[in-house]
């Protein structure tokens, strides 16, 4: 085996206690033999095309285009996935590697609960053991997602610790991975935390780069994706990363606007330096260095960290990172299900936010391939609340009713 490289620039490593050292290290070997083995390679290619429904199309997004009047834009529909994002390509791929190590059980973090549904679908499928890491908090606000995930089998257990939100589940499943290596596998969800996942993560979700770099029969000027912990955008930018083009541009969440704690931008010198949860990256942190709270409407982005791969990349400058406020996110996703019949989540709405400036900015001719992460059906409490508030509250009071006169 070539020497695997746990650092990307000053970024990444593995600061984990002592006892983290040795599963991490066999996570990695096992990683690195799988991606080498025909048999494994071939598993995940039948479960990509199979089960998730790879390839996901890649779509001209005609109207928009023709309306905004200067570049083409062409979304990626990651959304079409099984279980409605990005998220399962990675929860397959680690899914299958667990499955090949002998291990029968599973466990994740989940925040929002899209990686929980994500993992707790793969396992069903696979038949593995799944327990997932949610903060109290979390569950209250994302019960639809804790629904699907026990409806998959899975059990969802409540973190009370911390703040009870995302960065609790994490500590909450290093904790329980701690006394459980031999059986389980740690099945973490975006392009971050000690290596080998940075790495590994992004191996599995090179697959949408990977296809958008085989269906796109034209000269690609711009690839555009939200960066949360950053999987689907190092997943979508991996095949060009080693190349002058296309441009590649993240784009984080400006929340409300200015200010710590009003948005989640870690990168253009809001973040500093630090090392949370086993990697070095850039992060929000106060004088302390504790991790400060973030805000964006879209639970995905809103994550205090960044994958170190990204911090390296938007550093030298390969990346370039953008923002989009809550207001620009909700305005996207208003233009693009009035003129492409498209839902974008939330999140990838500030994706698509950024491709609209920057479609207006482009010559004619030019192209934009805009990462939809995910499918936003997932988010109708929230932009039913802010886009229809008066009939939502209606419908939600008359369903309450509704149960209550059932049982
Ligand atoms: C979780 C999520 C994200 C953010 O995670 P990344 O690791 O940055 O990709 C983005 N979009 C959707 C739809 C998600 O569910």
Not at 192 to 197: C, F, I, N
Not at 242 to 269: F, H, K, S, T, W
Not at 308 to 332: H, M, S, V, W, Y
Not at 356 to 366: F, Q, S, V
Request: net charge negative.
């Amino acid at each position: 085996m070539d020497k695997y490289n746990n650092f990307f620039g000053d970024f990444g490593g593995r600061y984990v206690p002592e006892v983290l050292r040795g599963p991490l290290i066999e996570l990695e070997e096992a990683y690195i033999s799988a991606i080498k083995d025909p048999k494994f390679l071939s598993d995940l290619k039948d479960f990509q095309k199979n089960f998730i429904g790879r390839p996901t199309p890649l779509l001209y997004a005609e109207n928009s285009s023709r309306i905004l009047g200067g570049g083409n834009i062409y979304i990626k529909l990651e959304g079409l996935a099984n279980t409605g994002a990005h998220k399962i390509n990675n929860a397959a791929g680690q899914a299958l590697l667990a499955k090949r190590m002998g291990k029968t059980r599973i466990i994740a973090e989940t925040g929002a609960g899209q990686h929980g549904v994500a993992t707790a679908s793969a396992c069903a499928r696979l038949g593995l053991e799944c327990v997932i890491y949610m903060g109290v908090e979390d569950i209250r606000r994302q019960r639809p997602n804790v629904y699907w995930m026990e409806l998959f089998g899975a059990e969802v257990r409540p973190v009370k610790s911390g703040s009870s939100t995302l960065k609790d589940a994490v500590n909450a499943a290093f904790r329980d991975w701690t006394g459980s290596c031999k059986k389980t596998h740690y099945l973490l969800g975006s392009a971050l935390g000690p290596s080998p996942y940075p790495d590994m993560v992004r191996e599995f979700q090179s697959v949408i780069g990977n296809e958008v770099k085989v269906q796109a029969d034209f000269t690609i000027d711009a690839l555009v994706a939200c960066v949360g912990g950053g999987s689907n955008a190092i997943g979508f930018f991996s095949p060009f990363l080693e190349e002058e083009d296309p441009r590649l541009i993240g784009v984080e969440a400006g929340g409300r606007g200015e200010g710590l704690g009003n948005n989640a931008v870690r990168m253009n010198d809001s973040g500093k330096t630090g090392i949370v949860q086993g990697y070095k990256s850039y992060f929000l942190l106060d004088e302390d260095g504790q991790v400060l709270p973030t805000h964006s409407i879209s639970a995905g982005l809103d994550y205090p960290g960044i994958g170190p791969q990204l911090a390296e990349l938007g550093k030298r400058g390969r990346i370039e990172f953008q923002k989009a406020t809550d207001n620009e996110a909700l305005e996207a996703l208003k233009f693009f299900a009035k003129n492409e019949g498209l839902i974008f989540a939330m999140e990838s709405a500030h994706a698509a936010a950024a491709a609209i400036k920057l479609a207006k900015e482009m010559e004619p001719g030019r192209n934009i391939i805009v990462n939809m992460s995910g499918r936003g059906d997932k988010d109708i409490f929230i932009s039913a609340t802010v886009l229809d508030s008066t009939n939502w509250k209606e419908f939600l009071l008359e369903e309450s009713r509704r149960i209550d006169a059932q049982s």
